[in-house]
T-cell receptor, first 110, second 112 residues
Framework: RKEVEQDPGPFNVPEGATVAFNCTYS??????FFWYRQDCRKEPKLLMS???SGNEDGRFTAQLNRASQYISLLIRDSKLSDSATYLC???????????FGAGTRLTVKP | NAGVTQTPKFQVLKTGQSMTLQCAQD?????MYWYRQDPGMGLRLIYY???????DKGEVPNGYNVSRLNKREFSLRLESAAPSQTSVYFC???????????FGPGTRLTVT
């Protein structure tokens, strides 16, 4: 079983839609959680950190569920520019490294 | 403020050739990382340097060596390239381990 698992998609949604991605992790010692965005043939860029209490940044909301070992990303009012691959990232101190999910591809259509 | 820079952007090697990928950051970060990204596999950690003077193996270190030259620079060396090392290589840095990482633009390497 992979340490970090994501639904690869693709998710194809119309502009204005709400879309949610989940990411599960296997290491219960995981301490830090992030969502990154990666455009085609570009480097990953930090979208947001995920805090225990959940956090929001504009149209984006991230949640953490430690009991079930998953994090989620909700995108409201999708824009064409949201089309990208979204990477879930988990850090565990007992591994001492970041583990990346393989990514979920989102395409927002007019 | 350039962030994380990597050279070269593209490289084609023949099997058995060697090369060094260069990475530098200007954010005064303590930790630096090398990843490879293959289709469907996500990013996998090759080596990392938690602080200047230290390096440690990641998930897929075989066939690679690294050098943390100073706080700014972290290089990745392929001593004898193999076709299985065809990949996109990303360097990243962070203030410390467990903090968010910032990535360079990547090196696209093809080994024939």
């Amino acid at each position: 079983r992979k340490e970090v698992e994501q639904d690869p998609g693709p998710f194809n949604v119309p502009e204005g839609a709400t879309v949610a991605f989940n990411c599960t992790y296997s290491n219960s010692a995981s301490q830090s959680f992030f969502w990154y965005r990666q455009d085609c043939r570009k480097e990953p860029k930090l979208l947001m950190s995920v805090y225990s209490s959940g956090n929001e940044d504009g149209r984006f909301t991230a949640q953490l569920n430690r009991a079930s070992q998953y994090i989620s990303l909700l995108i409201r009012d999708s824009k064409l520019s949201d089309s990208a691959t979204y990477l879930c990232v988990v850090f565990a101190y007992n591994n001492n490294d970041m583990r990346f999910g393989a990514g979920t591809r989102l395409t927002v259509k007019p | 403020n350039a962030g994380v820079t990597q050279t070269p952007k593209f490289q084609v090697l023949k099997t058995g050739q060697s090369m060094t990928l260069q990475c530098a950051q200007d954010m005064n970060h303590n930790s630096m990382y090398w990843y490879r990204q293959d289709p469907g596999m996500g990013l996998r950690l090759i080596y990392y340097s938690a602080s200047e003077g230290t390096t440690d193996k990641g998930e897929v270190p075989n066939g690679y060596n690294v050098s943390r030259l100073n706080k700014r620079e972290f290089s990745l060396r392929l001593e004898s390239a193999a076709p299985s090392q065809t990949s996109v290589y990303f360097c990243a840095s962070s203030f410390q381990e467990a903090y968010e990482q910032y990535f360079g633009p990547g090196t696209r390497l093809t080994v024939t």
